[in-house]
């Protein structure tokens, strides 16, 4: 189905009509390598793309049979000997031989638990030197009285989830005498053969054909909806993460198999769907774009190969509230499948191709990253034991979203920058989605406008407050009635204090507010009526608005900062009748502006 979305003819069929490797020639770095080296420099803490995992060793096996193993395993896959570097303004990667090739390998002892612990969380993030050896390193960690253990600590330039499954399943059997002879001989294809293949498919007219799908997704892209975090901190992202995660009620993962069969979905595009509902709700507006990482192994030749084939991919959707769930995740299916089909060009290729930003924080990336962990994922619970635990690892996004399925449990993560969100948003983030999924997949065809994302006791919380015994007795006038009366008893004293000192008095603030009712009228402003007021903080802002309280209008403050398709967008949603704005502002198209006095 990829071949006949993005190609033509067998142009792309046979990795036999690749050339052969020249001896001598240098092979540049793939996509995925390329970008991890990138972020490798540019980060300043390198280690948030580590991956360390310890691997429980049987008392009869020692260090050195274990190292023996190991580099065995690196002669059957040359990734785990390739070094990448940078030179003559390219990027490539050399592998060893293993001749010149020596693993990075200690033998450690610890004599407490807490020595134990603070070894491998020390060994985990300590840098690698990309350009000068492979990234990844072996520990062999023996507590006095226990067990050996094995720490492994690898950077993902060299290996993904995939390849991690792959890896933990070689290791376990050659540790167990029980290898296959598919286990003990080197892969058909090598991570080299993945790299050179990408840049030849590239060179013959495939990146022209991904280039024209996506300047297509992604044009017309507006201001995308964005979760409004609790703190603003002045520097940025705090970089540090915090994670909630809560399994998956049974009683969805049935209604989730049985919806995706009969619909003919996939549970990876309407999880996603579910969650791009949520967010369209709980978030800034309809146009709702994720980052989700995709696999590249799209053939079977590299199905065996160990190394990083990852891409990530943006994925757009505009939530209409008035569609229904099933009309909602069928498009969203179809969409997805689309951008799957096409998701071999590099996502920093993709973002130079939208209209809009698809970034948040400046590194290009979406605020949210949407995850999914199918059969093929593995998290240590039969095996290795994952040593990154979230309170001391890197927020790679503001937000980051894992759905978790497989047949024997399904479970939803969200991981978040503790700079940006507490740990009780995440929380109710959490319930209030597997809330949504529930509602979604018992009434596929309720509106999206329809659906409750209100947790228990909150909407009695809300009903509570809003009750007769809380109501405040305020008094039977207008906001700008009580400000004209306070001028008439105060004409004289300081209404307004500018930051600059400068103060406006009661008395001259009301003939402001009275100048403007009086030509907001004149203009033909009526009784409920909606009149912008685009300026900054001042006297003048002030004036504006009680003047349009004066003329019976209501107000709507634009923040100049805001991006003029935006200021239009709220202006055009709201049906102003006119913008009252200030000198040197520049004009919301399509509307008239008064000038302030």
Known sequence: RIDAEIGEGDTFKRLSDMPALVPGERVPMSWAQRRMWMLQQLLSNPSSYHI???????????????????????????????RLYHEDDGFWQEEFPLSRWSLDWMELETDTQEEWTSLVLYEREQPFGLSKAPGWRARWIRETGGEPMLLLVFHHALIDEWSMNLFKREFDSLLSGSASNSESKKPSHSYIDFSRWQHWTFSKGLRERLETYWKGRLSGLGETNRLSPDFQPREGRSGRSGAVTRPVEASIQSMMEAYCKREGLSRFSVWMSAWQILQARLGTGEEVVLATPVSERDRSEWQDVMGMCLNTLPIRSKVDEDASFRSFSKNSHHSLTGDLAHGQLPYEDIVRLADGELGTDGQGLPQVMFVWHGEYDWSGEDGAESVSPWKRSRAKNPISIHITDRSQFCRMSIVYD???????????????????????????????????????????????????????????????????????????????????????????????????????????????????????????????????????????????????DRLRTMAEQARVAAVITEEGMPIIPGFSAPRAP
Do not use: C
């Open 418 to 564: 503790d700079g940006l969100f507490e740990e009780r948003t995440a929380e109710k983030i959490l319930l209030r989605y597997e809330a949504v999924a529930r509602q979604l997949l018992e009434n596929p065809d309720t509106r999206i406008a329809d659906i409750d994302i209100l947790l228990p006791g909150e909407r009695e919380h809300i009903l509570e407050l809003s009750g007769r015994d809380n109501q405040v007795q305020y008094p039977k006038t207008t906001l700008h009635g009580i400000f004209r009366q306070t001028a008439e008893r105060y004409p004289e004293r300081p209404a307004v204090i500018e930051a600059d000192g400068r103060e406006t008095s009661y008395v001259v603030l009301q003939g402001w507010v009275s100048m403007i009712s009086s030509f907001l009228r004149s203009r033909g402003v009526e009784r409920e009526a909606v009149v912008a007021v685009h300026m900054h903080r001042s006297s003048f802002l002030l004036a504006s608005t009680l003047g349009v309280l004066d003329a019976g209008g209501a107000f709507l403050l634009l923040e100049p900062s805001l991006p003029m």
């Open 52 to 82: 360390a995992h310890v691997f429980p060793i049987p008392r009869e096996r020692s260090a050195s049979e274990v190292k023996s193993i190991l580099e065995s395993m690196a002669d059957r896959h040359g990734i785990l000997r390739t």
